[in-house]
């Protein structure tokens, strides 16, 4: 394991697969900031046999970016860091023996009443049961029911950070931060492998499970020959991206304090919250530290929410949006969840609006706002969230969703701007020590017409009935 801040290390580049687009950044280790990103869309491919990463395209593009890089601004490690909810399974020679299966990919009911019978209770992995294929164990029992000549051949199941670890160093390994996202595999609370893996039979295929901080070896000679290297440069293991976020303030602050993750999904993660009150019904769970501890956790897809809401409208002004807000709040407009259905704090409610909806992008936005700041607050108080709040990721360039979101908790909201937060995060697995982030403290929105609000847009929710 790497000791922070004792590398020499001066410029990572970072691999950062996110579910809606992957990014090659380079982290400059006095500085701490980006000094060179390079990003391209994420897309699927519908098949067959089953929607699918484009994984060829992916390396394409890491090669070419890293490449790139390479020549200016440099670099000296590498770090990687992936959404969760995904896996690689390798055939002996070490390629791919299936498709990299997109866990937005949902299965006949069949399938899915048999892995109900089979999955382990949320006592022993504090993993709740998810739509689709967010829970891992439901996607490698998918392939291995529904592909069965297929998955005969798998060697080896890497999760998906160390999956590309892999090509560049042919090691393979497994981390848990990844394992202990929401998978149903692992148990947080004992730091092993739950008992699916013998129910599936694949406790044989898993990985050796190495630290996220682990140098796993330096770029294999035929990649760095493609890349253009001029000397070996190191590989290290890899963490899932939310934990990345996480891992600066983790390492920096006392807790108790939280850290809102956004991106496709807003990920809430208590530091010195409570894991005795989650509640597998409403999308809350233990996720696994880069550290290896249990961190009460609660996710909506808010970043998907807030494009579904907006579509078709343009961004305005940021001076365009308080206005509509003040007015959306006065009027009790309100949207209700869940737009997207099945996830979050509400599963089992549909989607609705109170009243008139958007009549221009600044409502759009406003509306928008106030949803996902209403949504990031009944997830934050689901998990015993106490401290200050530090909002990453693209959200926290909206200055509305946080002035609403400091009126809603009570509590100090810090935002940190211009960075995911997950190339920090992932970039401190090297051992060097960042400085840390410049911190924006946000001033409340006025609490008077914000607390009347939430307090009806509750109780629009209780009348409504679940799906």
């Known amino acids: 394991m790497s000791d922070l801040g004792q590398s020499d290390f001066r410029r990572i580049a970072v691999l950062d697969i996110g579910k809606t687009n992957a990014k090659v950044v380079v982290v400059d280790a006095i500085s701490g900031g980006e000094v060179a990103a390079v990003k391209m869309a994420n897309a699927v491919l519908q098949g067959p046999p089953y929607p699918h990463y484009d994984i060829d395209r992916i390396w394409s593009f890491a090669l070419d ?38 866990y937005e990919h949902s299965y006949p009911q069949h399938i899915r009443d048999a892995y109900a019978d089979l999955r382990p209770s949320f006592t022993e992995t504090a993993s709740p ?23 005969s051949r798998v060697a080896t199941i890497l999760t998906y950070p160390q999956y590309w670890a892999c090509r560049l160093t042919g090691t393979a390994t497994n981390e848990v931060t990844s394992l202990g996202c929401h998978t149903d595999l692992w148990q947080p609370g004992r730091g092993e492998y739950s008992r699916l893996v013998d129910t599936l039979g694949i406790r044989p295929l898993m990985a050796p499970v190495q630290s996220a901080f682990d140098r796993l070896g330096h770029v294999l000679p035929s990649v760095a020959e493609r890349i253009g290297l001029a000397q070996p440069v190191p590989v290290f293991c890899g963490i899932h991206d ?57 996710r909506f897809m808010g970043g998907r929410e807030y494009e579904m809401l907006t579509l078709g409208w343009k961004r305005p ?18 949207l209700l969840p869940t737009v997207v259905h099945g996830s979050g704090p509400f599963p089992g409610r549909v989607h609705a609006a109170v009243g008139a909806e958007a009549r221009d992008a600044a409502e759009a936005h406003a509306l928008a706002s106030i949803y996902v700041a209403l949504m990031t607050d009944v997830c934050l108080s689901l998990v015993g969230a106490a401290g200050e709040t530090i909002v990453e990721g693209p959200l926290a360039d909206n200055m509305p969703y946080l002035q609403l979101l400091a009126a809603l908790t009570g509590r100090d909201v810090l935002a940190v701007s211009g960075s995911t937060g997950t190339s920090a995060g992932a970039a401190l697995l090297t051992g060097v020590g960042l400085p840390p982030p410049v911190f924006r403290r946000i001033e409340p929105w006025p609490m008077a017409a914000v607390s009347y609000y939430q307090k009806q847009w509750l109780q629009n929710i209780a009348a409504t009935v679940p799906a």
Not at 69 to 80: C, L
Not at 133 to 150: C, D, I, R, T, V
Not at 264 to 289: E, H, I, K, M
Not at 317 to 334: V, Y
Request: glycine share 8%; net charge negative; charged share 15%.
């Open 65 to 102: 970016a890293l490449a790139r890089f390479a020549v200016e601004p440099g670099y000296d490690a590498i770090s990687i860091t992936t959404h969760g909810a995904c896996a690689a399974l390798l055939d002996a020679d070490g390629e791919l023996a299936m498709p990299v299966l997109d």
């Open 317 to 334: 002004a940021d001076d365009e949006i308080p206005a509509s807000i003040e007015e959306i709040l006065l009027q009790g407009r309100m």
């Open 129 to 151: 049961q998810l739509s689709a294929g967010l829970n891992l164990g439901a996607q490698l029992h998918y392939l291995k029911e529904s592909f069965p000549a297929e998955f």
């Open 242 to 298: 939310s934990n990345a976020s996480l891992l600066p303030h983790l390492l920096a602050r006392r807790s108790p304090f939280s850290v809102v993750s956004t991106g496709t999904w807003v990920v809430s993660f208590a530091v010195g919250g409570n894991l005795a009150g989650l509640d597998a019904s409403r999308d809350t769970l233990a996720n696994v530290d880069a550290l290896g501890r249990a961190v009460p956790s609660s």
